[in-house]
Nanobody, 125 residues
Framework: QVQLVESGGGLVQAGGSLRLSCVAS????????MAWVRQAPGKEREFVAA????????GYADSVKGRFTISRDNAENTVYLQMNSLKPEDTAVYYC??????????????????WGQGTQVTVSS
């Protein structure tokens, strides 16, 4: 089991930046691929970015590629999402998610069985 707590969301103008953080409990964080997934009102959850357990491999949705960067600090049990050049369509609740130990990373939300409570990101035009 792993518990996840996100922070860093808020209200920002279009073109601005935010950095989300997710702190994980438990001793298996360093073996788990991690991801960020978002859900906008009335829409299904959407994969945003993922990172391998080592941090050596990352993957992004086309909609955020070149603007968002995922990273992790295994010594601090923390994964980050740096979001630059934000757009109104990035408005959503952002969730941190953990996969089962092992493997690289996955680009579909269903591969991540553990979720945080989410943090709201609102981008105004």
């Amino acid at each position: 089991q792993v518990q996840l707590v996100e922070s860093g969301g808020g209200l920002v103008q279009a073109g601005g930046s935010l950095r989300l953080s997710c702190v994980a409990s438990g001793r298996t964080f360093t073996t788990r691929p991690m991801a960020w997934v978002r859900q906008a009102p009335g829409k299904e959850r959407e994969f945003v970015a993922a990172i391998s357990w080592s941090g050596g491999s990352t993957g992004y949705a086309d909609s955020v590629k070149g603007r968002f960067t995922i990273s992790r600090d295994n010594a601090e049990n923390t994964v980050y999402l740096q979001m630059n050049s934000l757009k109104p369509e990035d408005t959503a609740v952002y969730y941190c998610a953990a996969a089962r130990p092992g493997g690289s990373y996955y680009t579909v939300a269903r591969e991540y069985p553990y979720w945080g409570q989410g943090t709201q990101v609102t981008v105004s035009s």
